[in-house]
């Protein structure tokens, strides 16, 4: 196990993490799978990055809402790579930052698999739950978010949003991307 864990941390090797940031940085178009399973996908320096880690569970649907996006990160959600992703995180968030001023990390994942109905034969509404550090957080943009997510409907049910500040901004069961020292570093 330790060895395995130990193959997984250096297959996002320094040199992977450094080109690829350093293509970032250049501005160039990035499409690169990642050498542990997984992609990043960056069209152009961008002031956000989305990201997905695939869970344990069976989750069939969520990995293809980030298809759309022109920068995501989708990658294994095993433990042995939370160093490995830490860092090409980190560099690529510093890259981004360097280019725009700024950078939103927003970490997709599910908690359910599966829309579900109610006794009386109707969709339940659709949900999703913002969850956002409790120092450092942006507001304003965490609140267009929360108002754009609002509009969502499915087959003509209102969606249901919460906004959590200071909740545990990673997916259950996995650590944060980044730590808090991490984020206020990088802003």
């Known amino acids: 196990?330790?060895?395995t864990r130990h193959k997984q941390s250096h297959a996002l090797s320094r040199a992977f993490i450094t080109t690829t940031a350093a293509s970032v940085?250049?501005?160039r178009r990035l499409h690169r799978k990642l050498p542990v399973g997984g992609r990043i996908h960056i069209d152009r320096n961008l002031p956000f990055l989305c990201i997905y880690r695939q869970p344990a569970h069976e989750d069939p649907g969520t990995e293809r809402l980030l298809y759309g996006e022109a920068a995501y990160l989708l990658a294994p959600g095993n433990t042995g790579l939370h160093a490995a992703l830490n860092h090409l995180i980190t560099a690529l968030a510093a890259a981004q930052i360097e280019a725009c001023g700024s950078l939103l990390l927003?970490?997709?994942w599910a908690r359910g698999t599966r829309h579900s109905i109610t006794t009386d034969g109707l969709p339940s509404a659709?949900?999703?739950r913002i969850v956002a550090p409790?120092?450092?957080a942006p507001?304003?943009?965490l609140e267009l978010l929360q108002q754009a997510l609002l509009e969502v409907k499915l087959q003509g049910v209102a969606s249901c949003v919460n906004l959590d500040y200071g909740g545990k901004c990673a997916p259950p069961g996995m650590k944060p991307l980044l730590s808090a020292v991490q984020s206020?570093?990088?802003g």
């Open 1 to 3: 196990m330790a060895a």
């Open 25 to 27: 940085k250049a501005g």
């Open 106 to 108: 927003v970490e997709l």
């Open 126 to 128: 659709p949900g999703f």
């Open 134 to 136: 409790a120092r450092n």
């Open 139 to 141: 507001v304003a943009t």
């Open 184 to 186: 206020k570093r990088l």
